[in-house]
């Protein structure tokens, strides 16, 4: 079992070589291992500058360029509580009355979330409100537009 480890580490190692090989212009691949022996701890020094190519937010802020920025943060919650069900419930009927945009669901304890689109302005995002309101009074009360960093999921189709 041990040696199946070993003999995973050393392909594993070998195609991340490749890539620091290629990253590097075809330079000389760097050892970052001296020996491995089974059932023995093994210790793993990365050389300088290999930490940056890992740490890709670190090495963004370093070097000074912007970090990625989501390009449509707004986007319109339908439902906002603790229940699965209802959650998944309204999720349903948005999709099937608004079809043209996508629909997201979000858990963070102890609460479920709806999403409908994803927009770049809260302009967009608002209209999109008024519409839900209007198809959907039983919940109007509820739904409003907000700004999220979770990622573009509300993509227009």
């Known amino acids: 079992m041990s040696q199946r480890i070993v003999k995973i580490f050393l392909i594993l190692y070998s195609v991340m070589a490749a890539g620091v090989v290629s990253a590097q212009q075809k330079q000389a691949p760097i050892c970052i291992v001296d020996e491995i022996t089974a059932d023995s701890i093994n210790t793993v020094e990365l050389p300088e500058g290999l930490w940056e190519l890992i740490d890709y937010e670190g090495a963004v802020q370093e070097s000074g360029r912007k970090k990625a920025v989501n390009p449509r943060p707004f986007t ?33 304890s102890p609460y479920f979330r709806v999403y409908l689109g994803a927009f770049e302005t809260s302009k967009e995002a608002q209209e999109l409100v008024n519409e839900v309101k209007r198809a959907f009074p039983a919940f109007a009360n509820e739904v409003h537009w907000t700004k999220t960093s979770l990622g573009t999921g509300g993509r227009k189709r």
């Open 76 to 108: 319109v919650q339908v439902y906002g509580d603790k229940s699965r069900n209802e959650a998944n419930a309204r999720a349903a009927k948005v999709q099937s009355r608004f079809p043209q945009y996508h629909v997201r669901r979000h858990y963070s």
